[in-house]
């Protein structure tokens, strides 16, 4: 088993390296720093897409609180606890490094914004491996995974190419639901991982129809601050999943619950069947 680790760490080292030299590098457009709405309330410069992080904050700093406070959350392995703590840090940090950011938008401020939610990425996949692969792996991958987040913004902001950041932010959208699918949970209430995956990629779409949700909503608010909002409900699913869950007795991956959910509904499909051609017998009238 530790030699199947090394292994697919060697492997994982291997593919990186050929990808950074296969690709080309990509830089910070600085377009990105240029919001479709950047109005100013109160004083706030860019005041909507600063204002709009401020769910960060409060979901971060409860979840850290019902993590901490009489184990509300029946965190029942220390990996687990120092995985969602990460997490938690990193939503809650979300709030203060984005805002920071929207007040004046440039790549110096860029890194602040970034840095908080790579934590936050590279703390679920760790979690993840904690609660379906082996609690040990994951406990000590959590430091070396956040290190690699930080390391690629660190890259970025020096050598202006994102490709390292694009593969710590891209890669668990693509894994997150694979393993929440094919992988049999520790807890009830998985489906809670899809809904999170699910806002997270509407978030991405807002952000890229940044000006055309300004401009459909006869500007009043843009897809960056609705980008904010979506990204938030991400830690809002997830801790409603931690409140939830119970241990799962029978240890069953979702996509084995759907092939058992898919052949009831196709045996109850085939009992409806059977009785609607039952036989029925006809009584001929008398002469």
Known sequence: ???????????????????????????????????????NFFGIPNALNVLSNFPFLVIGLIGLVLCHHGNYFKLSLQGELWGWTCFYVG???VAVGSSYYHLKPDDARLVWDRLPMTVAFTSIIAIFIIERIDERKGMISIIPLVLAGIISIVYWRFFDDLRPYALVQFVPCIAIPLMAILLPPMYTHSTYWLWAAGFYLLAKVLEATDDVIYRWTHYIVSGHTLKHLSAAMVPV??????????????RQSLLKMWRVSWTKVKEGNSNVESYTYSRVEVVEPQQ
């Open 1 to 39: 088993m530790r030699n199947r680790t090394v292994y697919s760490w060697l492997v994982a080292i291997i593919c990186f390296i050929v990808l950074m030299i296969v690709t080309p590098a990509i830089p910070q457009s600085q377009e990105y720093h240029n919001f479709a709405d950047q109005r």
């Open 91 to 93: 939503v809650a940090a």
């Open 237 to 250: 699913f997830l801790t409603f999943m931690l409140a939830k869950r119970d241990i799962e007795v029978e």
